[in-house]
């Protein structure tokens, strides 16, 4: 197993004042990376399933990404995740396939995924890492990376643990809003129509009785 002390990898990089400015910390990393040759290792073979898998720019930007994937990240955990990054070609050649082919239901592509576990020590503890690969025609891609602690991997299904939400469930919860909206929208004018319907009947039985 992998073991990172998070004090010898953050000094590789100037991340000091940008821990929340997430595309100032694309920048230092990707760089450092380069600098590194990292991008330069071709294509990774995942031992476990034979599948090829290439690290490029875009997926260290998209998992140093705004939201739950970086940018809102308590600072303990974006360290984590940034120590793991130099590690990313040795966790994905022996990860364990969780699930595979699944759909994407975020935007118009047609790209699938596939859940990828691995394990390392981190300052001497023991870490669940969740890869994310992205599957094009023709190539997969890494795509983004979660680094969680084993007690809160075991709580987790397979399924519910490696699905990132923002790519899986962004349309859901867009069309339940969707209906929501439409529903309040329809019972508004119901109501309207109710209430004009009652003042047409009055004026009706006021006239009559004129």
């Known amino acids: 197993?992998?073991?990172i002390n998070t004090k010898d990898e953050l000094s590789l990089y100037n991340l000091e004042g940008k821990w929340n400015d997430y595309i100032a910390v694309q920048k230092e990393v990707i760089a450092i990376l380069k600098s590194g040759k990292f991008f330069e290792q071709g294509n990774l073979l995942n031992?476990?399933?034979?599948?090829?898998?290439?690290?490029?720019?875009?997926?260290?930007?998209?998992t140093l990404g705004n939201g739950t994937r970086?940018?809102?990240?308590?600072?303990?955990?974006?360290?984590?995740?940034?120590?793991?990054?130099?590690?990313?070609?040795?966790l994905i050649q022996n990860a364990?396939?969780?699930?595979?082919?699944?759909?994407?239901?975020?935007?118009?592509?047609?790209?699938?995924?596939a859940y990828f576990r691995s394990r390392v020590t981190i300052d001497g503890e023991v870490f669940s890492v969740r890869i994310v690969v992205c599957k094009k025609v023709g190539s997969n891609h890494f795509y983004i990376h979660h680094v969680d602690t084993e007690k809160s991997s075991e709580l987790l299904s397979p399924?519910?643990?490696?699905?990132?939400?923002?790519?899986?469930?962004?349309?859901?919860?867009?069309a339940c809003f969707i209906e929501?909206?439409?529903?309040?929208?329809?019972m508004m004018w119901k109501n309207r129509v109710m209430m004009y319907t009652h003042?047409?009947?009055?004026?009706?039985?006021?006239?009559s009785s004129l």
């Not at 003042?199 to 006239?207: Q, V, W």
């Open 1 to 3: 197993m992998i073991s």
């Open 47 to 62: 031992e476990k399933t034979n599948m090829v898998i290439r690290l490029t720019t875009r997926g260290i930007k998209e």
């Open 70 to 90: 970086f940018q809102h990240l308590p600072k303990n955990v974006k360290i984590q995740k940034i120590a793991t990054l130099r590690y990313l070609p040795q």
């Open 96 to 113: 364990d396939l969780i699930e595979d082919e699944v759909e994407n239901y975020h935007g118009e592509q047609k790209n699938k995924y």
């Open 159 to 174: 399924s519910l643990e490696t699905v990132d939400y923002e790519i899986q469930n962004s349309n859901i919860l867009i």
């Open 180 to 186: 929501i909206v439409n529903r309040n929208y329809i």
């Open 199 to 207: 003042k047409i009947s009055s004026c009706t039985k006021l006239k």
